[in-house]
């Protein structure tokens, strides 16, 4: 987490990335692979709570729409899934973080809490060998346990 800025300076960027994962500056896309992939990894939280790009050397106040990470993959070995996020990363899933949208969308947390991921298409079809279905509704089971996500009307925390 950040610290407060300095009295005088400002931090605020016209950096905003899109809900569908697009980086802009100034309205204009970002189109450089390498500068998606880095804006990508440097997602953080400043000290109040707003979004900030952050590396060992700066940081700045960014708009995110949506989930500031997003599940690309979900591989399964022995029956635990690890997560590999938009951010370069890879983690294992916290079952009990599971949540979804009115639409079905999975989200969880990740970055030990401090971040939500969206799940995209990708990521939902690789969990399948991990879902079932009784009168409860759709379920996954995880690590021996049958987990239920909620419906959340704002699953982004």
């Not at 599940?71 to 990363?89: A, F, H, M, T, Y």
Request: with cysteine.
């Amino acid at each position: 987490m950040t610290a407060g800025v300095p009295p005088g300076l400002s931090r605020e960027t016209s950096i905003r990335r899109s809900a569908d994962g697009q980086w802009f500056h100034d309205g204009m896309p970002i189109r450089h692979p390498g500068i998606q992939k880095a804006f990508d990894a440097w997602i953080g939280r400043a000290l109040d709570g707003r979004y900030v790009l952050e590396n060992d050397v700066n940081w700045a106040y960014i708009e995110i729409e949506g989930a500031p990470v997003r599940v690309e993959r979900v591989r399964i070995e022995d029956d635990s899934p690890l997560l590999e996020l938009s951010d370069e990363r890879t983690e294992p899933l916290h079952a009990e973080t599971l949540r979804q949208d009115a639409d079905g969308f999975l989200y969880c947390d990740v970055r030990d809490g401090g971040l939500t991921a969206k799940f995209t298409r990708q990521a939902l079809f690789d969990l399948e060998p991990l879902l079932a279905e009784d009168k409860r509704g759709i379920f996954l089971r995880v690590g021996g346990r049958e987990v239920v996500p909620p419906v959340e009307p704002d699953p982004v925390r």
